[in-house]
């Protein structure tokens, strides 16, 4: 199960009606970064048959069979400050994460 904070679905909600209307985000991890694996996003019109697919309040996150093994658990949030505007990925299998927090190790 990934969770998904009121502060980050409100985002994601603003990001889709603005950039893909109708469609959902696709969260996935791919091989780089400073800590070996990084988190990444990127718009869908639809799910594969082959993803897990969350609804919270109306948005719509998918991810591949994959890149769950590393995200299960995970909770994914989002800071707006003064001085910083980002997702914060809280995610139990990371053993190590680089500084500004897009990459990890397991």
């Known amino acids: 199960m990934i969770a998904v904070t009121p502060s980050a679905t409100n985002k994601i909600r603003g990001m889709l ?8 985000l696709r969260l996935g991890v791919i091989g780089g970064g400073c ?3 990084q988190y990444k996003f990127r718009y869908e019109r639809s799910a594969r048959s082959s993803d897990s697919v969350f609804d919270v309040e109306g948005v719509k996150l998918c ?4 890149s769950y093994e590393y ?5 994914l949030d989002y800071v707006e400050t ?6 914060l990925f809280k995610n139990p299998n990371a053993g190590k994460s680089c ?5 990890f190790q397991v």
Do not use: H, I, W, Y
């Open 35 to 37: 800590s070996g694996l």
């Open 82 to 87: 003064v001085l910083e505007q980002r997702f």
């Open 71 to 75: 995200l299960d658990g995970m909770t």
């Open 63 to 66: 991810v591949d069979p994959r």
């Open 99 to 103: 500084g500004c927090g897009k990459s």
């Open 17 to 24: 009606a603005t950039e893909n209307p109708g469609g959902l």
